[in-house]
């Protein structure tokens, strides 16, 4: 079998990700450098199965656990983004992922969040959308429904915007049409869409710890300035 | 709730190992011992593993840090070692930056691991009497089928090529006026194989071969095979994507300026021209014949 190291130790999770090429079969391997990196990894699995349970396509994942474990992650097919996408030529995959988030995740008996919901993690084709990279899995209450979704948002505004937050009025259209469209699938009591970048970013910092890594490091929207978040709230709100 | 715990070991820098597969039933060796963090993490992963390290000083500090870790699988060997020893043992070789090894023992003209790297007083001129004949220690303490992982900076293939080349003219001169230059002609093809072997990754190939390897594998690896971020199997370089690895800089604008520079010339080297020969490290894994 042939590997190739695609990450190592990101943000300091202690894992390596290698793409394996055995035979004809190409497959995903997460491997743990640390006790730590286990915890990581076997949380990794929890979000597979939570997410895959009721899938209509059969994912399998496999968890080897050595004295640092493994996780094989089958190769899906379809169209792949970059870590550095942007809005402007994505609309039509963000309105798929938010339609496919509001049915998904309202359907299933328990709530959760991904984590590092971002378009990099998704795997798109014309009939199914593919979720990876589970790490910061957890389970939570159905009020904080809309967090992973608003983050992702985040992240494409930051891309967009180049770090600078400002952004043309045909993203700040598209950004008020997400929300909306958002917002239909959410509850009554929902914490986060009142204030979505507000209430993201207190969410994260409150249940730092179930992320499994130091958010402040690895999430931008841990260290922006309010007047920033006001800014994005007040685009999609008003 | 899972918290955050700091009283760990992470082993990362030994992400080139973790291409081997390591059996939990294996018998392990490290020649040289050069990254704990390898020697640990194999031994984590082996039944037992073996190190052969080079001074007593190295001893003291492995040993340390192998108490630390509460590791008992293990056994040092002083660099004395002798070979019979060690024949048909291992399942795994591990030689990590052999290289620099190979340097080390050029300059302080001994050898330590490998027989006849330097100093071989043998007519023959055969490819392992040439002073790298350091690949038939490893596959001899190797059972057949058994795997050799060698790590190695690419740029010292052309300083070992010249301090190698270096030795040799020395002796040359120093023999020339007792042998009237009846051994030019050996010199000359010494220089040649040296070169062969060192310069090219076919003459490296042949040379693995030509000591009882077969299935052997060249990974580039990035920024440096003491702590690799990304490697490319060069035989999958068609399916595999190379995207710049992160370039760590202190703060200020100057690193920041050098790193941004070595992002662009790694794209532009490695992306658009596929000139992977010229990768900074390389690792190497090889089985021995059954």
Do not use: T
């Given at each position: 079998m042939l590997y190739e190291l695609i990450t190592n130790n990101t943000h300091n999770n202690n894992i390596a990700l290698y793409k394996c090429y055995n035979a004809n079969k190409v497959f995903y391997r997460k491997a743990a450098f640390s006790h730590w990196g286990n915890k990581v990894i076997e949380n990794e699995k929890k979000g597979y199965d939570w997410f895959y349970k009721d899938s209509e396509t059969l994912i399998e994942t496999r968890l080897?656990?050595?004295?640092?474990?493994?996780?094989?992650?089958?190769?899906?097919?379809?169209?792949?983004?970059?870590?550095?996408?942007?809005?402007?030529?994505?609309?039509?995959?963000?309105?798929?992922?938010?339609?496919?988030?509001?049915?998904?995740?309202?359907?299933?008996?328990?709530?959760?969040?991904?984590?590092?919901?971002?378009?990099?993690?998704?795997i798109i084709d014309k009939k199914n959308i593919k979720l990876v990279d589970w790490e910061h899995f957890h389970y939570s209450d159905k009020e904080f429904f809309g967090y992973d979704i608003i983050n992702m948002l985040f992240i494409l505004i930051e891309h967009e915007s180049k770090r600078t937050f400002r952004l043309n009025k045909r993203n700040m259209d598209f950004l008020k049409k997400c929300y909306i469209q958002l917002i239909e699938g959410a509850g009554n009591n929902n914490k986060i869409l009142e204030k979505p970048f507000q209430n993201s970013k207190d969410y994260l910092l409150r249940f730092k710890d179930r992320f499994l890594t130091n958010v402040s490091k690895k999430f931008v929207l841990a260290g922006s300035p309010l007047s920033v978040l006001e800014h994005l709230d007040s685009i999609v709100t008003d | 709730m899972l918290v955050p715990q700091h009283n760990y070991t992470n082993l990362s820098s030994a992400a080139g190992l973790g291409m081997i597969g390591f059996n939990e039933d294996a018998i392990a060796v490290d020649y040289g011992c050069v990254c704990f963090d390898s020697f640990i993490y194999a031994s984590r992963l082996c039944k037992k593993i073996v190190g052969i390290v080079p001074s007593s000083e190295k001893l003291k500090t492995l040993q340390k840090r192998l108490v630390e870790e509460d590791i008992k699988n293990y056994e040092l060997v002083n660099a004395n070692y002798k070979e019979r020893h060690f024949e048909d043992v291992f399942d795994y070789v591990i030689i990590n930056c052999f290289l620099e090894q190979l340097l080390t023992e050029i300059k302080h003209n001994k050898s330590i691991y490998f027989n006849s790297i330097i100093g071989a007083k043998k007519k023959d001129n055969s490819l392992e009497k040439t002073g790298i004949g350091f690949l038939q220690s490893a596959c001899k303490g190797l059972r057949p089928g058994g795997k050799i992982y060698l790590s190695y900076a690419n740029m010292l293939r052309i300083n070992?090529?010249?301090?190698?080349?270096?030795?040799?003219?020395?002796?040359?001169?120093?023999?020339?006026?007792?042998?009237?230059?009846?051994?030019?002609?050996?010199?000359?093809?010494?220089?040649?194989?040296?070169?062969?072997?060192?310069?090219?990754q076919k003459g490296l190939e042949t040379l693995l071969k030509s000591n009882g390897f077969v299935d052997i594998e060249k990974y580039a690896v990035f920024p440096d095979h003491k702590c690799p971020l990304k490697i490319i199997p060069l035989s999958k370089l068609d399916e595999c994507s190379y995207e710049p690895v992160q370039h760590l800089y202190r703060e200020g604008s100057l690193s920041r300026i050098s790193a941004g520079v070595k992002r662009r010339v790694g794209r532009l080297i490695f992306m658009k021209f596929k000139l992977f020969d010229l990768s900074p490290s390389f690792i190497i894994t090889a089985r021995k014949a059954s």
């Open positions: 080897k656990k050595k004295y640092f474990y493994e996780l094989d992650i089958p190769q899906f097919k379809g169209k792949k983004f970059s870590s550095e996408s942007v809005i402007s030529g994505n609309e039509e995959p963000i309105g798929r992922i938010i339609d496919f988030y509001k049915g998904q995740w309202s359907a299933k008996d328990v709530f959760a969040i991904h984590g590092d919901l971002a378009l990099c993690n998704f | 070992i090529l010249f301090q190698l080349s270096m030795h040799k003219i020395m002796s040359f001169s120093l023999s020339y006026n007792l042998r009237k230059g009846l051994g030019f002609a050996s010199f000359v093809k010494n220089i040649y194989l040296l070169s062969s072997c060192l310069l090219s």
